[in-house]
């Protein structure tokens, strides 16, 4: 189909000169995760300087990445809401309502641990489908619904632990319940310990004097926090989803009237977010082998501030789950490396908010300045 | 001036939509045959974008009904209309603002590889030689739509509806924000959707362009539809008292 060319040659006109190509540079300033390496950089560069050298041995690293990918596994999928334009304050409270699920089917109904998983997982597809049911319905902002479940469920918590361990807040014995079973390699523990073993006999990595490796493994969270950010970043940059999220993110309004299935997209990342949240639940809850009313608490905020340093925009429709993945280690980095350093670990708290802001204010400015806006 | 005698593409009866207490269409009927141009005209407010959304599926009608290609159909959502072959430029243009040029064409039906993955390259060359075709002056096809003018906007939408379009297109106000060339080749390119048996509905407030273009026109008046003329039996004096009411 030649339409308009050759009716209309008179009027065609030769290319706009006043169009300028855009550098390799300018398209990696457009890349929202920018701000989360610049970050990580920084405080990389900072603790380098002012740390103990023992912040950057192997099992520093793996000191600092653990609580990394606790946060992280949330904020990845806290990210990819954000970028659908939603977001989820009750994934705090949710750590600790699964911790309790999954916790009461471990020891009190003594169900093997793949049934415990399954029944854990079913409640976070529920709660995820009620948030987005609410949300959607009523047209209300998801911040508003899922701040009532943020206290709902840390509630349903405080009751449900009583009537599980008649009368405590603290449930016990997962570890003893876990043991044993195939799965338990995948939710707890470290990942390749023979390889680690090997690597102290060939004297690649550092050992005890008694020639253990000082590293066992990688501990399974990180492998999974990194699993998840690599699949997230896949399905938004690969995939029609992804391209989905973004578009009932940016413009809901636009995204129908294209025919994308907005609703169905933000169900699916309410369940998300849930699933992220029974996962750091089942981790944390085999790891201390103990779950309590306190899980969780405030890492909803903690997510969030992840994912905005990762360059994700309160407003929706823009943002990267590996930038998130930056965030959660720049945030793993300022909790333990300042335990390697003279500083009191009690400014952590006033790194973070600084953290968030100089984030926020340099994603900004960096967009204004690549778009050309002011 | 009949185009055509076969079936008609779209055939609406008794539509009726109010929103509370607002009526905003009532007692709307029409049929559009394939390649027949209709205009709708009528002042801000008359009820002209509610009637192209109510084609689309964005909004559903309180009562009435709707038949496509002789299928009585009720349209739940933008899919259902796409499915049927219809396709609509909005008067907000329905563009993501913060994708790319080449995303919006594919917006909602992007291309996929065999194993699922998004089929870029696909996207990218069709949207060039889309754009090219209908010379719509855009820097690239991966320009950001927050990037581009309202004209180009405009192109982009334009682009997005003919590329897509089998049966039935809407236009809302498609040269509202172009200039003089620009508008000269949209309307090429509606005369050329004539050719591809295509039938449409456009929207306009220059009556020059809407006796240049369209085979009927109707006219709305604060949600009544006050009638439809043939163009050849008709005449501008005509149109503009049925618009405004006054004589
Ligand atoms: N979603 C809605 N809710 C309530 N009222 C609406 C809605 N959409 C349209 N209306 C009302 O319906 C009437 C018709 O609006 P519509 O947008 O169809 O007018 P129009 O003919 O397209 O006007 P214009 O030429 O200015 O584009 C107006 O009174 C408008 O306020
Ligand atoms: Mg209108």
Not at chain 1, 182 to 205: C, K, N, Q, R, Y
Request: proline share 3%; with cysteine; charged share 15%.
């Amino acid at each position: 189909m030649s339409l308009a060319n050759d009716q209309n040659s008179a009027v065609t006109v030769a290319r706009d000169e006043r169009l300028k190509k855009v550098s390799t540079l300018t398209a990696l300033l457009r890349r929202p995760e920018l701000g989360a390496v610049a970050g990580l950089v920084l405080v990389t560069l900072f603790f380098a300087l002012t740390a103990n050298p023992a912040m950057f041995t192997l099992a520093g690293i793996m000191n600092f990445m653990a609580p990394a990918a606790q946060l992280g596994i949330l904020a990845v999928g806290a990210a990819l809401l954000m970028i659908g334009g939603e977001f989820d304050l009750s994934i705090g409270s949710m750590i600790a309502f699964a911790g309790l699920v999954f916790g009461t089917a471990l020891v009190v109904w003594q169900v093997p641990l793949s049934v415990s998983i399954l029944v854990a997982v079913a409640f976070a597809v529920f709660i995820g489908v009620i948030n987005a049911q609410l949300t959607m319905r009523t047209g209300l902002p998801s911040f508003i619904v899922t701040l009532a479940f943020l206290f709902i469920l840390r509630g349903l918590t405080l009751v449900g632990l009583k009537w599980a361990s008649g009368g405590a807040t603290q449930l016990r014995g997962m570890k003893e319940a876990a043991a044993g079973s195939p799965l338990a390699p995948l939710f707890s523990g470290d990942a390749f310990p023979g390889l680690f073993t090997a690597l102290a006999e060939m004297g690649i990595v550092d050992t005890f004097p008694n020639g253990t490796p000082k590293v066992p493994g990688i501990p399974v969270e990180i492998l999974w926090f990194i699993a998840i950010a690599l699949v997230a970043t896949w399905v938004l940059l690969r995939t029609q989803f992804g391209n989905w999220i973004f578009a009932a993110g940016g413009d809901p309004r636009a995204a129908r009237k294209s025919a994308v299935p907005v609703a169905r997209v933000k169900t699916i990342l309410f369940i998300v977010t849930a699933l992220c949240a029974t996962l750091v639940a089942i981790l944390t809850v085999l790891d201390a082998g103990s779950t309590d009313a306190r899980r969780g608490f405030q890492k909803e905020f903690e997510a969030i501030i992840a994912a905005v340093i990762g360059g994700c925009l309160l407003t929706g429709g823009y943002g990267s789950a590996i930038g998130a993945f930056f965030g959660s280690i720049v945030f793993g980095m300022v909790l333990i490396g300042l335990t390697y350093t003279s500083i009191d670990q009690d400014w952590y708290l006033v790194f973070l908010g600084g953290m968030l802001l100089i984030a926020v204010i340099f994603n900004n400015v960096i967009r204004k300045r690549v778009t050309g806006e002011r | 001036m009949q185009t055509s005698s076969s079936e008609p593409v779209l055939v609406l009866k008794d539509i009726r939509k109010s929103f509370g207490a607002v009526t905003a269409i009532e007692n709307f009927s029409l049929d559009i045959r394939p390649g027949e141009i209709v205009a709708l005209v009528g002042d801000n407010g008359a009820g002209k974008s509610t009637l192209i959304k109510i084609i689309s599926g964005v909004h559903a009608p309180t009562s009435g009904s709707i038949t496509i290609e002789g299928e009585t159909v009720s349209m739940a959502s933008a899919s259902m209309a796409r499915a049927h072959g219809i396709e609509v430029v909005y008067q907000d243009l329905a563009l993501a603002d913060q994708q790319t040029v080449y995303m919006n064409m594919f917006l909602g039906r992007e291309p996929v590889n065999r194993f699922g993955l998004l089929d870029r390259r696909t996207m990218i060359s069709e949207t060039e030689k889309l754009v090219k075709e209908l010379d719509v002056r855009i820097p690239s096809a991966h320009a950001t739509i927050r990037d581009l003018s309202g004209g180009q906007r405009q192109g982009v939408a334009i682009a997005r509806a003919t590329r897509w379009a089998s049966k039935l297109i809407l236009l809302d106000e498609p040269t509202a924000a172009l200039g003089v060339a620009e508008t000269a080749k949209v309307e090429a390119i509606v005369q050329s959707l004539k050719s591809r048996n295509i039938g449409v509905l456009i929207i306009s407030h220059s009556l020059d362009q809407v006796f240049k273009l369209s085979d009927r026109i109707c006219v709305l008046r604060r949600g009544k539809q006050i009638g439809i003329r043939n163009m050849a039996e008709t005449n501008k004096n005509e149109v503009v008292s049925m618009i405004t009411g006054l004589n």
